[in-house]
């Protein structure tokens, strides 16, 4: 890790990515988000840099917060990155409307 960037620095960046993602997802049904090119790209996009900052967390700090899945965060990024043209978009909504908003309530109370 970079050292003059900590795990505080990592976690307000998952932060920030997860709020974008609520903030351009709160509104939208699963057919609008399926056909939105910019809003899809960008969400995914929003995703992968979350998970990289993941990847960047010390292992003694994802250890400290094992309640986070933090190796399922990192093999979302591995599907969307090795297989961006076949990422089943059903799978991405359900994350995005269920599972992030979880993750960032829970991020934000660390």
Request: hydrophobic share 40%.
């Amino acid at each position: 890790m970079d050292n003059l960037k900590d795990d505080n620095y990592f976690v307000q960046k998952i932060v920030a990515d997860l709020e974008y993602i609520v903030a351009h997802t709160a509104d939208v049904e699963k057919a609008q988000f399926c056909q939105d090119e910019l809003l899809r790209d960008a969400t995914l996009f929003h995703m992968i840099q979350m998970s990289e900052s993941v990847r960047k967390l010390s292992e003694e700090f994802r250890k400290v917060h094992a309640e986070f899945p933090w190796n399922e965060i990192y093999g979302m990024r591995n599907r969307i990155v090795h297989d961006y043209g076949s990422v089943d978009l059903n799978i991405v909504f359900d994350t995005v409307k269920n599972d992030i908003p979880e993750l960032l309530t829970r991020l934000t109370q660390l």
